[in-house]
């Protein structure tokens, strides 16, 4: 298990841009695949970008297609997103978290989550 903990969240303006940062704790960071999920009100948590635990490969949910980035450094134990061009729509909590199987993509390996950080878009 790893423990992880999310920053970088705030209030932006449409149109603008926000990195978040997941800390994670744990000698065996490299072998985890990472992702960023995040949940609105009412809504249910949505799949919004994954990375292999090499970083070789990366995932994207359809919303976040040609918008976000995900990328990870393993030697500092982080991972981030690169959030571009927000909208409203964009407004959740956003989470990360870790797949031992080295994946990053499946929600149901998925078996490490942060406490999330709030994303407020403004229009």
């Known amino acids: 298990q790893v423990q992880l903990v999310e920053s970088g969240g705030g209030l932006v303006q449409a149109g603008g841009s926000l990195r978040l940062s997941c800390a994670a704790s744990?000698?065996?960071?490299?072998?985890?695949?990472m992702g960023w999920f995040r949940q609105a009100p009412g809504k249910e948590r949505e799949f919004v970008a994954g990375?292999?635990?090499?970083?070789?490969?990366?995932y994207y949910g359809d919303s976040a297609k040609g918008r976000f980035t995900i990328s990870r450094e393993n030697a500092k134990n982080m991972v981030y997103l690169e959030m571009n061009s927000l909208q409203p729509e964009d407004t959740a909590v956003y989470y990360c978290?870790?797949?031992?199987?080295?994946?990053?993509?499946?929600?149901?390996?998925?078996?490490?989550w942060g406490q999330g950080t709030q994303v407020t878009i403004s229009s």
């Open positions: 990375i292999m635990s090499t970083g070789r490969i990366t």
């Open positions: 744990g000698r065996s960071f490299s072998i985890y695949g």
């Open positions: 978290a870790a797949d031992p199987t080295g994946w990053g993509r499946e929600i149901s390996r998925f078996t490490s």
